[in-house]
Structure formats: structure tokens, C-alpha cells
Nanobody
Framework: QVQLVESGGGLVPAGGSLRLSCAAS????????MGWFRQAPGKEREFVAA????????YYADSVKGRFTISRDGAKNPAVLQMNSLKPEDTAVYYC????????????????WGQGTQVTVSS
């Protein structure tokens, strides 16, 4: 069974940091672009960040540029999201995703989704 499983979420005060990891099982995602999305209560799921299969290209939503960094950490953790200077408006469920290329991630044409991890930023 192909799975993406997120971890690293939690409760953090504003200005704090969290590191989200996405663990893969059931297949290799080394040739997939990877990304992160988030969904806050009452809002639609939105794109956060994407990284190409090689790791050489990254893309970010304007709201997180300069604060979040996406990276790859080997075959078992194909997507990591380092989140710094967190704000209360970053509170959401964060989802890991895999797609054919970075553009597909950015346009939410995703082949695989994780189940999500909750991030709560207190003011």
C-alpha cells in the first residue's frame, strides 16, 4: 500500500518553529515532485511549497516565502518542511503530496496525499 505519512506537527507559540516530515512507504518517490499544502478550518486547501524531484527547484506561496523551507531527505523522507517565524494564521492541517512535476504540485494536480498533521500557532 502506497502511503505518505506526515509527522512533526504540534502546538507552538507565535515566532516559534516546527519541522514537518513526510515518510513514504509502498513505493519510491525519488522521481516525483513533492509538496506541502494546508487547510485551515472553514477554508479551502491551499498550496504551501513544492520541490522538484531533483531538489534543485523550489516554489513557495507568497504567504510563507522567507519563513518556510522545503527540502528532500532521502528516499524514506521525500519531503521536509522547516517552518520558522510561525504566525497564528499558519494554523492548519498540513498535508504532504506527490505529483508528476513541480508545476503539477503548484496547480494541485496531485497523485498521492498524506493524511495530514495539525499545526497550531498560539498568539
Amino acid at each position: 500500500q502506497v502511503q505518505l505519512v506526515e509527522s512533526g506537527g504540534g502546538l507552538v507559540p507565535a515566532g516559534g518553529s516546527l519541522r514537518l516530515s513526510c515518510a513514504a512507504s509502498g513505493r519510491t518517490f525519488s522521481t516525483y515532485a513533492m509538496g506541502w499544502f494546508r487547510q485551515a478550518p472553514g477554508k479551502e486547501r491551499e498550496f504551501v511549497a513544492a520541490i522538484s524531484w531533483s531538489g534543485g527547484n523550489t516554489y513557495y506561496a507568497d504567504s510563507v516565502k522567507g519563513r518556510f523551507t522545503i527540502s528532500r531527505d532521502g528516499a524514506k523522507n521525500p519531503a521536509v518542511l522547516q517552518m520558522n517565524s510561525l504566525k497564528p494564521e499558519d494554523t492548519a492541517v498540513y498535508y504532504c503530496a506527490a505529483g508528476q512535476n513541480s508545476r503539477s504540485i503548484v496547480t494541485t494536480r496531485v497523485d498521492y496525499w498524506g493524511q495530514g498533521t495539525q499545526v497550531t500557532v498560539s498568539s
